[in-house]
């Protein structure tokens, strides 16, 4: 029997040439990325901190470095631009919230609106605490001893009396 | 006594009704810090003439909606009947063609319509940062001072129009 290999090719072509062409027609066209250079050692540790400590808006679990998304390698490269401008940290930190909110930072900054954020847990552990605290004071009071009145202690008595047996 | 078998229960509906609107909130959909601030200035080539200029003060004198949209972006294609219906509606809409090539933005045009009075060319998405634009589309509603007085992130819908876009056009066109 003749090998039918190349009965195979067509389809294999397709299954190949399909990622690519799926490729290249989705996605938006990201400027061809050059690798990004910095004029000293300080600038390069400052861009790899706050590429760390900004989140990226369109995959919201991820921070900046960790992302593929065509927005968080422009936003990279932004930072990049900004730190061997000369800028400060603070400054680039407020240049990326004053366009997409504190939702950017991983870090939320303590403000009135975030003070549930910050204190909610700790409020809640403490009214918890509370509750438990309440409780347990209220069962101790619960389990003390009260004496047994004349009636019960005649029946125990009784009780015992028979148990023990006169007829032994 | 009854209160105390009582309490457990309502806590319990009290904790379903948060986690019931819990679902029922977009994730997604972050409130832009840029809603009652002026909107950035840009400069940029004009998509369907890159000799011609399209700046942010091209839409001042009255309100406008600011449309930030891509060939690429099937929501965009979903909403683009909505903008030419609030052109329609006599709302000048001004585009952002946002990380696009100018060949298949103009191709999208020419098959779904243009209902843009003029669009920005904004390649490389540095204008985006600027308008802090992370999920497409997104659609601002400029005053004729160009501040942003309302934005919405993704497609337009026709309650959003009718709930939102309109009646605020409308106070808008009626502020001096």
């Known amino acids: 029997m003749r090998p039918l290999h190349f009965l195979y090719a067509p389809f294999l072509l397709a299954a190949l040439g399909l990622p690519l062409a799926a490729a290249a027609q989705s996605g938006p066209t990201a400027p061809p990325s050059e690798p990004m250079t910095f004029e000293s050692a300080e600038h390069e540790e400052r861009y790899q901190r706050l590429i760390r400590e900004l989140r990226c808006t369109v995959c919201q679990n991820q921070n900046l470095i960790e992302s593929n998304a065509p ?21 680039i930190i407020d240049f990326m919230v004053a366009r997409y909110g504190d939702f950017v930072l991983f870090r939320p900054p303590m403000k009135s609106t975030t003070y549930l954020l910050w204190f909610g847990p700790g409020a809640m552990l403490l009214i918890g605490l509370g509750v438990l605290g309440t409780i347990l004071w209220r069962r101790r009071t619960q389990v003390g001893s009260t004496p047994l009145s004349g009636e019960e202690e005649e029946r125990l008595r009784r009780i015992l009396g028979e148990g023990g047996g006169d007829k032994a | 006594m009854k209160l105390r078998f009582l309490l457990p229960l309502l806590a319990f509906f009290a904790l379903v009704g948060l986690l019931f609107v819990g679902l029922s909130l977009d994730p997604r959909a972050l409130p832009s810090p840029l809603v009652g601030k002026e909107a950035p200035d840009f400069d940029l080539p004009e998509l369907h003439n890159p000799e011609v200029r399209f700046a942010r003060d091209d839409m001042l004198g009255k309100p406008a909606l600011f449309n930030v949209w891509a060939s690429w972006c099937v929501t965009c294609r979903h909403e683009h ?54 999920a497409t589309p997104e659609t601002f509603l400029i005053d004729r001072n160009g501040m942003i007085r309302f934005k919405h992130i993704g497609m337009i819908t026709p309650e959003i129009i009718e709930t939102r876009i309109l009646p605020l056009y409308r106070q808008l066109e009626a502020e001096t």
Do not use: C, H, W
């Not at chain 1, 390698?73 to 932004?78: E, F, I």
């Open chain 1, 71 to 91: 927005l968080a390698n422009d936003l990279r490269r932004q930072i990049a631009v900004m730190v061997n401008d000369g800028s400060e940290t603070n400054e």
């Open chain 2, 81 to 134: 009947p909505m903008l030419a219906e609030l052109r329609r509606a006599g709302v000048p809409v001004y585009g952002l063609n946002y990380k696009d090539t100018r060949s298949d933005a103009l191709r999208f045009l020419a098959r779904y319509g243009d209902p843009y009075s003029a669009i920005g060319f904004d390649e490389s998405g540095m204008v985006g940062i600027d308008y802090g634009v992370y």
